[in-house]
């Protein structure tokens, strides 16, 4: 079944270690995203990226990295110079040739940091 | 003035009843619009989108939009438990690759 896979779903890290979070699709989509979804609030966008090896900044980049070396493949990577990083972490994508308002979402990561 | 514009809730509605959800929106250029359904923990899920002024019914779903007034709405008749969630309502301009979200409204139905 095609779809987007994210992981961990759980991950709990200390104050100042960096953490990746997985997101892979094979829906051939072009385009994928970054959201951060915080209790009571709508999804703001971290980073997203169109093509391979290109990304960019969305609303709330900083203290974030991503890297696009494959197609199927978006990693995010929380820094320590996020300051305040505990959030439902969404990954998401679409094909370029459609609206790119129509995501395909994956299950989320909840990040937790101790 | 917030992008996208929803009232948080909860909405209570009673089963069977109609639920309606409405979004506005500050930039005159937008031209996409969505609602996505987001179950408690988990991801959101594309239930319907609109491009053009009027109404787009799917099912028990009908999308309302009106550009003139900047204002997107759902409908959903029959309600059931299930459609218990919340509904996040989001934008994008043509030519732009970003797509708002607005904050959600929480819909509770009502046995």
């Known amino acids: 079944d095609g779809g987007i896979t994210q992981s961990p779903k759980y991950l709990f890290r200390k104050e100042g270690q960096n953490v990746t979070l997985s997101c892979e699709q094979n829906l051939n989509h072009d385009a994928m995203y970054w959201y951060r979804q915080d209790p009571g609030q709508g999804l703001r966008l971290i980073y997203y990226?169109?093509?391979?090896?290109?990304?960019q900044k969305g609303d709330i980049a900083e203290g974030y990295s991503v890297s696009r070396e494959k197609k199927e493949s978006f990693p995010l990577t929380v820094t320590s110079a996020q300051k305040n990083p505990t959030a439902f972490y969404l990954c998401a994508s679409n094909r370029l040739a459609a609206n790119t308002g129509e995501l395909f979402f994956g299950e989320g990561s909840r990040l937790t940091v101790l | 003035q917030k992008e996208v514009e929803q009232n948080s809730g909860p909405l209570s509605v009673p089963e069977g009843a109609i639920a309606s959800l409405n979004c506005t929106y500050s930039?005159?250029?937008?031209?996409?619009f969505f609602w996505y359904r987001q179950y408690s923990g988990k991801s959101p899920e594309l239930i319907m989108s609109?491009?053009?002024?009027g109404d787009k019914e799917d099912g028990r779903f009908t999308a309302q939009l009106n550009k003139a007034s900047q204002y997107v709405s759902l409908l959903i008749r029959d309600s059931q438990p299930s459609d218990s969630a919340t509904y996040l309502c989001?934008?994008?301009?043509?030519?732009?690759?970003?797509?708002?979200f607005g904050k959600g409204t929480r819909l509770h139905i009502l046995p």
């Open positions: 989001a934008v994008n301009k043509a030519g732009d690759d970003k797509i708002i």
């Open positions: 930039d005159r250029v937008s031209q996409s």
């Open positions: 609109i491009y053009s002024n």
């Open positions: 990226s169109q093509i391979v090896n290109d990304f």
